[in-house]
């Protein structure tokens, strides 16, 4: 202690070295305010060269430090282009943008050559942006009053015992409830007994990529390690915090390596480890210098503690630049000697506004082990974030109890708290895990955080049955609370390592499912085989992925669910109030942890869903990846992001055959179609369909069914299709004989409908009972019309030579109109299609009148005898008009106003005396 200062200097000398800041990843400052920065991704430094001379006024400024394959170019601001690339999004919009023909400049195309070679990778704007520490939570002031000193029983004597077996003095450690409970015992991270076994964290280092680490604290100065900081916010070795707020990181850098026995503050979990600081939050950043600070000192740093991400307000939805996305898999696969960094995220503070960490890209990372938390009682705060990414939990703030840690200006916090607490927490026992057995991969570590898990709140409805026996998930709590002592023995008591990784990928599926307006649910299925997962050298599931492709007025409105063949159900989007995003799913990938141990082998459901009535929906497609461990060491690969192993497309191969079914279904009614299963050159048969009725979680009435299906597509084709298809955009092939199918279909149908209506009309003009349609013209009167005018008729005939007698008939149902025929009788416009149904079903053609009223239609209304018979006598009335109007159209005479008045007045005579013998009958 009293060499603490020739320390402090050695660290200070260190830290302001030139030769120092020189070989580290130092990025170049920029000049964002007259030039535009963007990325090229290149597959082979030479091109450099090429893409220069191509555009001669793009700069090259330097390659990314760590990232070989990135290039950073710039633009000036005055450049033609520049707003042009200032809003590029990625390497598709540039290829969109010049196949509409926007972009036909020569040196476009030329590049446009590259890129189709598969030279450029990428391309990508680089834009200032600030990464968002994890929303803070509500401070309970009740907390000012220590569970210490609210307790006084047998726990507190074991709380002391603790402090005088491993020498604490420390002042607050009474208060470090997360380590030793004394007024809910049991709910800690029961570390103690693995400091017993003389694990600390020695040899292991956790860098906080925050808002920097003080690392001249007395609890953090001798644990500090300064090869593995930076600060990039102010592009400077020293990560010393600056602004009032920059207290973050300190924190959470006391929980893992809070100095032990220096009668300051508490104590961390890893209390003999090192924390590196990686300053990143308190100013704008580029991607580029975040992706770098993902893997700063990756030869020094084991684990990296992220506790940001975007916004917990309920409608944000962020990915990480694909180059950030690289730096993270170069983390996991050259990190730690290539066993792989850990990086451990926060789930996020949003639950209280709706929030959910699948719509974070950072948390739902197969590389990360995203955490979520529990407070002092063992209880979900309300603000912790759940979903099917959550892996573990740990404890943190709530009911009103929060974290005791080191702060910055030489104070102690007790205001520590949120998931952002949670997160270097986990992290600090993932130390104690490392240094236990330094053989483990990243991929043990979550293996291990799997079965050392303990359930909590076992009452809790999420938790449901998994594929690792006598084990269960929860989006809620992940795989249960981290318990240090257990994971501990587990990676020493001949642990044996995973086989290496292997992946499956299921070729994207297009769906074009869409929902209007309603509450209700759309489904699609894959089956996947074992004779393709043997082709992928697949053994079995440790997390999987699901990208989607979703149209929606309302993206808070819809909700995603995917179904495994063991039926273990991941919800992956869950309705977010908050989110009025009209851009719905766009490629976003979810994830789940929730089907760890699963073969895969199956029939794969996802269910969309719409939540509002209010809200249209249009599913466009989706696809699955799953990633475990693999059959054959000897076979394994080493993954590559830019490959898309869709392309394999196993799934053409004659002898592995699957398929899919896609089904829409209402609030009230779900129809499904069953298909058998199709192998090469075989007919799709549809062998059953079957209708369940369900109620609808949002309305107590039940609408009216509206059901639609949607044709099963089979993913089986011969080995020509295989030679002859072409992959679609996003690497998957189109079925083109199923497509020919789908136009067979509809051409028939179209045909046999048309040659319905052609029968119909045929059938209808011929002679009979029914009148000529050619010489009337019937207009509908609406059913609130005078009862006494049911049938009135006004017959009218034109001549070739102008002559014209105009009038009108008029006939009524008090249900439905009638069909409305053309004068010239060429074409039939049927208004009533339900009509036309009850009047061809069972009666000849030619034996339908327009006035037959059927049996089914006069809703409301009871048929009797009486309108049937009123019905035969107009017919009658009808053709005594038809003789009138032949007998004068025979000599081509007007009939005059008084002639026809007198017409009807007889007609109408008739029709009494008729309907009243009737009566008297």
């Known amino acids: 202690m009293k060499l603490s200062w020739l320390y402090n200097l050695a660290v200070f000398l260190w830290l302001n070295d030139p030769a120092f800041a020189a070989k580290v990843a130092n990025i170049p400052p920029k000049d964002f305010v007259s030039k535009n920065y963007f990325l090229l991704e290149l597959k082979d430094k030479d091109l450099i060269d090429s893409v220069s001379k191509i555009h001669p006024n793009w700069s090259y400024e330097y390659q990314v430090p760590s990232l070989d394959s990135f290039h950073v170019f710039s633009l000036p601001k005055n450049d033609t282009n520049a707003e042009w690339f200032s809003q590029l999004g990625s390497l598709d919009d540039f290829e969109h943008n010049a196949e509409d023909h926007q972009l036909l400049k020569r040196e476009h195309s030329q590049f446009l050559e590259l890129l189709h070679e598969n030279r450029v990778s990428g391309i990508h704007p680089l834009h200032k942006k600030r990464l968002v520490k994890r929303a803070p939570v509500p401070i309970e002031r009740d907390s000012a009053v220590s569970i210490f000193e609210r307790k006084q029983d047998s726990s507190v004597e074991h709380l002391n015992n603790v402090a005088a077996e491993f020498q604490i003095n420390d002042p607050i450690f009474k208060d470090q409830w997360h380590i030793v409970n004394t007024a809910f015992p049991g709910h800690d991270v029961n570390v103690v007994p693995v400091w017993r076994m003389n694990i600390t964290g020695k040899g292991i280092v956790t860098a906080l990529i925050d808002d920097g680490l003080d690392y001249e604290s007395p609890d953090l100065k001798d644990n500090f390690s300064p090869e593995g900081s930076w600060d990039y916010n102010d592009n400077r070795p020293n990560p010393k915090p600056m602004l009032e707020n920059d207290y973050h990181g300190t924190r959470c850098a006391g929980e893992i390596a809070a100095a032990k026995g220096n009668d300051y503050c508490g104590v961390g979990v890893a209390y003999d480890s090192k924390v590196s600081g990686i300053r990143i939050l308190s100013a704008e950043i580029s991607s580029e210098e975040e992706a770098v600070a993902m893997i700063y000192g990756l030869d020094v740093n084991d684990i990296y503690s992220c506790s940001w991400g975007p916004p917990d307000n309920g409608r944000s939805m962020d990915v990480p630049d694909k180059v950030v996305r690289s730096a993270m898999l170069k983390g996991i696969q050259e990190g730690r000697k290539g066993k792989g960094a850990l990086y451990v995220f926060a789930s996020g503070n949003g639950a209280s506004r709706g929030d959910s960490c699948n719509f974070d890209g950072y948390t739902n990372s197969i590389y990360s082990l995203t955490v979520s938390a529990i407070d002092y009682k063992g209880l979900h705060p309300i603000y912790s974030e759940s979903c099917t990414a959550v892996m573990v939990s740990t404890y943190s703030s709530g009911s009103g109890e929060h974290i005791h840690t080191t702060d910055i200006n030489g104070k102690c916090s007790t205001t520590h708290g949120g998931t952002s607490a949670a997160a270097p927490l986990a992290a600090g026992i993932y130390a104690l895990i490392l240094q236990a ?440 009335d009808e053709s005594r008009i038809l003789d009138a109007k032949r007998k004068y159209g025979g000599v081509k005479q007007h009939i005059d106003a008084t002639e026809r008045s007198n017409l009807v007045s007889a007609s109408a005579a008739s029709d009494s005396t008729t309907s009243t013998s009737d009566e008297e009958h």
């Open 437 to 876: 057995n330094p053989e483990l991969t990243w991929r043990d570590v979550q293996y291990l955080t799997v079965l050392s898990a303990a359930e909590i709140d076992p009452f809790d409805g999420t938790w449901q049955d998994s594929a690792v026996e006598g084990r269960k998930y929860s989006p809620k709590y992940g795989w249960g609370k981290i318990d240090a002592e257990k994971m501990v023995k587990m990676a020493q008591n001949n642990w044996t390592l995973l086989k290496p990784q292997s992946w499956y990928y299921m070729p994207y599926q297009i769906t074009d499912l869409s929902i209007s307006n309603e509450v209700a649910e759309v489904q699609d299925s894959f089956t996947v085989t074992a004779e393709i997962l043997k082709k992928f050298n697949f053994e079995r599931i440790e997390q999987i992925t699901i990208t989607v492709d979703i149209n929606s007025g309302k993206r808070g409105a819809v909700e995603v669910d995917i179904v495994s063949p063991g039926g273990i159900v991941s919800p992956l989007a869950v309705r977010r109030g908050h989110d009025q995003d009209k851009l719905g799913f766009r490629k976003w990938t979810f994830s789940s942890v929730a089907h760890w141990g699963e073969t895969g082998e199956g029939t794969w459901i996802i269910k969309v869903r719409n939540t509002e009535d209010s809200n249209a929906i249009n599913f466009r497609g989706w696809q699955l990846r799953a990633f475990g461990e693999c059959i054959d060491p000897a076979l394994a690969k080493r993954f590559d992001m830019n490959e898309d192993y869709s392309k394999l497309n196993f799934e053409n191969d004659e002898s592995a055959s699957s398929n899919t079914t896609s089904t829409i279904m209402t609030e009230s009614q779900v129809q499904t179609l069953t298909q058998t299963k199709v192998t090469s050159g075989s007919t799709a048969i549809a062998s059953e369909s079957t209708t369940t009725t369900t109620s609808s979680k949002d309305s107590d009435e039940e609408k009216a069914p509206s059901t639609s299906i949607v044709p099963t597509k089979n993913i089986s084709s011969t080995s020509t299709t295989t030679a002859t298809a072409t992959p679609e955009e996003d690497g998957s092939y189109p079925h083109t004989d199923n497509s020919k199918h789908y136009i067979g279909y509809f051409s028939a149908l179209t045909l046999a409908g048309f040659l319905f209506l052609l029968y119909i009309f045929k059938n209808r003009r011929k002679p009979g009972r029914a009148r000529r349609r050619e010489d009337f013209e019937f207009d509908i009167i609406r059913p609130d019309d005078d009862e006494s005018s049911r049938f009135e008729f006004d017959d009218s005939e034109s001549s070739d030579d102008g002559d014209e007698h105009s009038g009108q008939s008029h006939g009524r149902r008090r249900d439905s109109d009638f069909g409305v025929f053309d004068e010239d009788a060429t074409s039939l416009n049927i208004t009533d299609t339900k009509l036309s149904k009850d009047t061809t079903s069972s009666k000849d053609p030619a034996e339908v009148s327009e006035f037959d009223l059927g049996n089914s239609h006069l809703t409301g209304y009871d048929i009797s005898d009486t309108i049937i018979r009123d019905a035969k006598h107009k017919e009658s």
